[in-house]
């Protein structure tokens, strides 16, 4: 039976023990949510081009949740047993008993379940022998060693090729389950300068398509690339300057707006962005779209967390903030509709202004190009942005040196409002998918 028939198998199996555990819970519960991920694979990681570790993975829990008047109770297991299931239901019974009630607690409202489950593609499970997952990896290193010889030494590498079914299900008759596989390649390596000072910087691709991947020597030329680019780092002054972010350091500045305009920070007046929906928060050239059903996407689901059906939606037009990101519990707290972002967000898609990097550079001129962001100084409440960064200083449009032990502040309202362009560069390894991005001014302090 080849994986994809055991997986067919696997689906049919998980959603008849939620079927079940639906079937106890609703003899004893008013409402009752059950799900599991069940996830196979293997990890391989290397260092200095021998295999340092080799992992089998198949784990997965069901998760049973209950609720008896205003009263929520859950509990998990992973024997998949009839006794086994009705013992968690049990035990998700009883700690209902001793909770709190809580008038907002409950499964998603019934009209808004998926009900339709469109098939993503995001399937393609890669079963690699050991020896073949460690030959990647290895690959990778060997590029990055051989790169400069200012490379003295990995720090490691890896590949990870993982597959899984994810099903739920509640008592509104909602019961949909889909697979889907995800790979991976990454490489670290360590760079020394004229003064023996060490640098590290890594690289990888991820794809649900192992085919589909960077070449492991890619991504260890790419390592070792950003690595060299980083050795003897000069300080700057303090002073205020244009600040470009690299496109995979950008992701990050529009992850605090998800922060920003999730539920459960706007209903406990903890965000920065309470009550700007319907207003101006970015320039009006500045849009972001969201795209749960892009085939292969690596945040495509055809339903969220509480099975919700996923749709597309604009969470940015014109600048305009069109869309809180609610689950069912935010969405009663705050007397609005859920939007479907229980689990998180879903494809988000930054318009781009059009220019490429070497374009946003010459835009920028004279500032500092952000390649790594450190620290966790920002401030969802406030909005106060303050990090560690490093980078590049850039003249006339060129880089000219790198730059370390720097720090950027400055507010995000600010930030936001002060982006000057967005490049074509789009970084496709993550969820927010978005090129380099240009402010017009930021602090910088160093010496």
Same mark, same amino acid.
């Given at each position: ?5 055991? !997986? ?58 209950? /609720? ?29 008993? /001793? ?11 019934? %009209?808004? =379940? ?32 051989? $790169? ?165 939606? %604009? ?8 869309? $809180? ?24 898609? !930054? ?33 106060? /942005? ?55 001014? =930021? ?5």
């Amino acid at each position: 039976m080849d994986v994809r028939e055991q !997986v067919a198998q696997q689906r049919v199996e998980l959603e008849a023990a939620v079927a079940k555990a639906l079937e106890v819970a609703g003899k004893q519960a008013d409402a009752a949510e059950v799900a599991i991920n069940k996830t196979t694979g293997i990890s391989v990681s290397t260092r200095m081009c021998d295999v340092e570790n080799v992992e089998f993975n198949s784990d997965g829990a069901l998760g049973i949740t209950v /609720y008896r008047g205003n009263r929520k109770g859950s509990a998990s297991t992973s024997d998949l047993s009839e006794a086994a299931i009705a013992q968690t239901v049990a035990a998700a019974l009883d700690i209902a008993n /001793y909770t709190s009630e809580d008038p907002f607690a409950g499964p998603g409202p019934k %009209e808004l =379940m998926a009900r339709d489950i469109p098939d993503l593609d995001l399937f393609h499970p890669d079963e690699p022998e050991p020896d073949r997952a460690a030959s990647i990896a290895i690959a990778a290193e060997e590029a990055a060693l051989a $790169y400069d010889p200012r490379i003295k030494q990995s720090d490691g590498a890896s590949y990870d090729s993982h597959y899984g079914v994810r099903v739920y299900g509640n008592s509104h008759g909602m019961l949909a389950s889909y697979a889907s596989s995800r790979h991976s390649i990454s490489c670290c390596v360590i760079a020394e300068g004229k003064n023996g000072e060490m640098e590290r910087d890594y690289s990888y691709t991820t794809s649900r398509i192992a085919s589909d991947l960077w070449t492991p020597e890619r991504v260890g030329r790419h390592a070792a690339e950003r690595t060299v680019g980083r050795v003897d780092a000069q300080k700057l002054t303090t002073r205020e300057a244009p600040v470009m972010f690299a496109a995979d350091v950008a992701t990050g500045l529009f992850g605090h707006l998800v922060m920003g305009i999730s539920g459960a920070n706007l209903y406990r007046k903890s965000s920065f962005l309470v009550d700007k929906l319907g207003e101006q928060i970015f320039p009006e050239w500045l849009n972001i779209s969201e795209r749960p059903h892009i085939l292969r996407g690596m945040a495509s689901t055809p339903f969220d967390s509480e099975g919700l059906a996923t749709y597309d939606r %604009e969470i940015i037009q014109d600048g305009v903030l069109q869309t $809180y990101l609610l689950t069912s519990y935010a969405a009663r707290k705050m007397n609005m509709q859920p939007t479907g972002h229980a689990g998180g967000i879903h494809n988000w898609m !930054v318009k781009s202004t059009g220019e490429s990097f070497e374009q946003m550079l010459k835009k920028m001129d004279r500032g500092l190009l952000v390649t790594e962001l450190m620290g966790q100084g920002v401030n969802i409440v406030t909005g106060d /942005y303050s990090r560690g960064a490093a980078g590049f200083w850039v003249e006339n449009g060129q880089i000219q040196f790198p730059v370390s032990e720097i720090t950027i502040a400055g507010n995000l309202k600010d930030m936001m409002q002060n982006i000057v362009a967005i490049g074509n560069d789009t970084e496709t390894r993550s969820q927010i998918l978005t090129g380099s991005m240009l402010l017009d001014s =930021m602090k910088i302090a160093g010496e």
